[in-house]
């Protein structure tokens, strides 16, 4: 039932590990997108994906990979951790990739040790 | 570079009142403005959407306007609830993306 969806919903490791954060949504929606959150509740776009296809990547470390391997899963890989990572990373569906209102997923905290 | 700012920041009020939450934006070429809200441990729900060429959009209690030119975009909530306790984000839609303002963290009391 649930719209956008995320797993894990929390996720603490070490330093230096590599994690993935798997988002699916269940909307039709075309567009997806992951934002970080920072711990000031800023919120900032990371990437977009149309269609499976790469549409923003809004200067994120290369440490930071998503994949979409269909248009309703949008997964984000993490390598080497740092300190600096730990936030609330939500991902997010519209059904116009421009302008279009979008839904988001619960979040998936993230505590870096 | 497209910036947001929501004035005030956090703000406690009884219940009952009217408010107003503010929003402003440096650019004025944006596609169009929505406002969030997002409560504790949640994602964000979308609450109002506003075109680039409206002026304001209502939703029961809720009401949005728009002034493009002066980069300004006001929340207006009606005699609030201690439900309506969230923190409210407004977005600019700038190009290719959405970008947040800084929130304001409302609380209502009984």
């Known amino acids: 039932d649930t719209a956008v969806s995320q797993t894990p919903k929390y996720l603490v490791t070490q330093m230096g590990n590599d994690k993935s954060i798997k988002c699916e949504q269940n909307?039709?929606?075309?567009?997806m997108y992951w934002y970080k959150q920072d711990s000031k509740k800023f919120l900032k776009i990371m990437f977009s994906y149309n269609n499976k296809e790469l549409i923003i990547n809004e200067t994120v470390p290369n440490r930071f990979s998503p994949k979409s391997p269909d248009k309703a899963h949008l997964n984000l890989h993490i390598n080497s951790l740092e300190l600096g990572d730990s936030a609330v990373y939500f991902c997010a569906s519209s059904r116009q990739g421009k302008g279009g209102p979008q839904h988001f997923g619960d979040g998936t905290r993230l505590s870096i040790l | 570079k497209q910036e947001v700012t929501q004035i005030p920041a956090a703000l406690s009020v009884p219940e009952g009142e009217n408010l107003v939450l503010n929003c402003s934006f440096t650019?004025?070429?944006?596609?169009?403005l929505q406002w969030f809200r997002q409560d504790p441990g949640k994602g964000l729900t979308s609450l109002l959407l506003?075109?680039?060429?409206?002026r304001e959009q209502t939703s029961g209690r809720l009401n949005a306007s728009l002034d493009k030119s002066s980069g300004r975009s006001t929340l207006y909530i009606a005699a609030s609830q201690p439900g309506d306790s969230a923190t409210y984000l407004c977005a600019v839609w700038d190009t290719d993306k959405l970008i947040f303002g800084t929130g304001t963290r409302l609380q209502v009391f009984p």
């Open positions: 506003i075109q680039s060429s409206q």
């Open positions: 909307l039709g929606h075309d567009t």
């Open positions: 650019d004025s070429a944006i596609y169009n």
